[in-house]
């Protein structure tokens, strides 16, 4: 199976020229979920029928009667990403369409982690046949950046003034434990490896999921020219691990290979630094983070 | 319960009847109808009817995609993006089942999507309750669904297809709930006479859906994006999307009659359209009610008229949407109306009583409307509790009393 689905490196001019994203949308200044988009629906190509529920995606796909993206949508409500998927894939495999068109459900980190992951749950359980992408910009950005699952420690919300006291939920690992068959993490500032994921990712049969970090210029406090900065610096950082879990044997992507070094990893401090959602923060929890973080890369040092 | 309907005597062959439970009625007719796709999850009082839809499927019987979801939301949400995606779907719950549902039935109707629910009726808890009302249907009728009460097995049957034909009529494109009474129906036997495979098949032809997302690739299309309070460009507002919906449910009513009309011819069997009366034509008095309340209400009229009152029973099949001008109609003639409701508007009264009352209010013939709270939670609405209903509300009629409290029979104050 991987020397069927090995990827080698893509150059942006391996990228096909079809656009399924419009040109122009209703997203933020410096939104990373655009260019995240952009590439998936590159990859998943024509045959596919999208779900995606309340969160940014809803306002970037535009209001009646106008939509900046040329794919079949089905927007569903905020918990029910994974159970509307289901719905389509069953249509479909009762037309005998099930293998040719491909259904992939789009939902926030909320959407996900949150109020969606008893649907997401089920889905995985039933193993049923779609790709789940969830686009995490670490908080409920579309209702105004209140705390989420995936809101980091310390990182400042409107629901968390004083910074938040809990790590991350692991979705990617949640996911693990329902024994699906494909597994990825990607961040939107490297857009080809989040084409080449997505693209696997149709390779496969049974539940997928695409665990992406979307950074949000005014959700986590920074110049909307430093979206694609923050991300890299998220993952050189080792706060957000680039993999793929196939078939349950886990690859770290090159990307984030330099963080099995410790040395190697950029200190939380830099990463940290250059947010407003962050600005609070004292030393002893920047300590406390960088422990967090070189302790999270043991726990995935045991599945490599 | 007695057999309202004999069968008709130019029987086409490959009818046959079969001793069914109202749940087990409801499963043949998802499987006569050939839904493409069945979502659903466990609750009492309705699980048997997908149990025996999982039997048909693992037999061959039936060829429907089924999805076991983990929850009601979860089961109404597939089931939209499946119809959406051109499939027959079908559903059923109950009570919390049904309440868990909430958002996602709004959601359905919005879309203008075709689905056929069975609702077996149940007490809406706390306290839990696995018994009958009418609570939790009731509780969803503002949320666009046309709703559709049974009284006997054969009826939900023969409902259950009716559903389908008229929630896909081009003119409609509205989901619908088959409701009955759970245990008193839902797990009674009697015998239920079947169509032939090729009679429903001439009744329902095979889903002709006016979404069909997998044809649409070349030229895709958004379901449900975000709408505007105001119409722009010649496009319509959320209002306008709304005032159409309203003006769709209304058209159904004549919808349903002229369905009812056609299967009544194929199948020998009338169920009354969207009101049913019993022993009207010369009524002083009419009983109102739905469902298992009905049923009891007939009960009561041979001792009522033994005792000179001149009592019928106005069955309501079509509760959404209400069927105010037939409703008035069979009214005409009536000094008085009585209902029982196994349901509250808390806060107001039964809810039948209510609606009624507002269909009757600013019209010429206003008969004096008594209605009574009975057999929540399974409690025995029985003959004694109707008779015992009627002469109070005679009374309130003879001193002109229209008391603004509720009365409830058979609780203990």
Known sequence: MMDMIETKRLRPDDLPEQEFLLPGNRSCAGCSMSLYYRMALKALGKKTIITVPASCLTVLHGLYHKTSVKMNVVHTTFETTAASASGIVAALEAKGLGDEITVCGFAGDGGTSDIGIQGLSGAAERNTNFIYACYDNEMYSNTGTQRSGQTPYMAYTTTTPHGKLEHKKNMPMIMHAHGIPYIATSCSSYPQDVYAKFKKAKLFTGTRYIHTLIPCPPGWGFPTDQSIEMGRLAVKSGIFPLFEIIDGKMFLSPESERCLDPSKRLKVEEYLKLQGRFKHIQPEHIEYYQEYVDNHWNFINQFL | ?413
């Open chain 2, 1 to 413: 319960m007695e057999l309202k309907h004999e069968s008709n005597s130019q029987a086409t062959r490959g009818r046959h009847v079969e001793i069914l439970t109202g749940n087990h009625a409801a499963s043949h007719a998802a499987r006569m109808a050939r839904v493409d796709v069945v979502s659903a999850y466990p609750i009492t009082p309705q699980s048997p009817v997908v149990e025996k839809i999982s039997e048909f499927i693992a037999s061959g019987e039936m060829s429907a995609r089924m999805i076991r979801v983990e929850s009601e939301q979860s089961a109404m949400a597939s089931c939209i993006s499946a119809s959406i995606t051109g499939a027959r779907v079908f559903t059923a719950t109950s009570a919390n089942g049904l309440a868990y549902m909430n958002e996602q039935l709004a959601w359905a109707a919005g879309t203008r999507l075709p689905l056929v629910m069975c609702v077996v009726t149940r007490a809406l808890a706390a306290p839990w309750s696995v018994w009958t009302d009418h609570q939790d249907a009731i509780s969803q009728r503002d949320t666009g669904w046309m709703q559709v009460f049974c009284e006997d097995n054969q009826e939900i049957y023969d409902t259950v297809l009716e559903a389908y034909k008229v929630a896909e009529n081009d003119n409609i494109f509205l989901p619908i709930m088959v409701c009955f009474d759970g245990y008193i129906l839902s797990h009674t036997t009697m015998p239920v006479e079947l169509l032939s495979q090729n009679e429903v098949d001439t009744f329902l032809p095979s889903f002709n859906s006016h979404l069909k997302l997998h044809e649409k690739i070349d030229e895709p299309v958004g379901v449900n994006p975000v709408t505007l309070p105001d119409p722009r460009e010649g496009f319509p507002g959320y209002m306008e999307f709304r005032y159409r919906l309203q003006k769709t449910i209304e058209k159904a009513i004549d919808v349903f009659e002229d369905i009812e009309r056609d299967f009544a011819s194929l199948s020998g069997r009338n169920h009354g359209g969207v009101v049913r009366g019993y022993k009207m034509e010369d009524a002083d008095i009419a009983i109102v009610g739905m469902g298992s309340a009905s049923s009891q209400a007939k009960k009561a009229i041979p001792h009522l008229r033994e005792q000179g009152i001149k009592a019928g029973v106005l069955t309501i099949r079509l509760f959404r949407p209400f069927p105010k001008a037939r409703i008035r109609e069979a009214l005409k003639n009536v000094k008085q109306v009585v209902v029982f409701d196994r349901d509250v508007a808390y806060g107001l009264e039964g809810a039948i009583s209510a609606e009624l009352k507002s269909a009757l209010y600013n019209r010429k013939h206003q008969p004096h409307v008594q209605g009574f709270i009975v057999g929540l939670g399974g409690r025995d609405f029985k003959t004694e509790h109707v008779i015992h209903g009627t002469k109070m509300a005679m009374e309130y009629a003879e001193k002109n009393e229209v008391p603004d409290e509720t009365k409830w029979l058979g609780v203990d104050k």
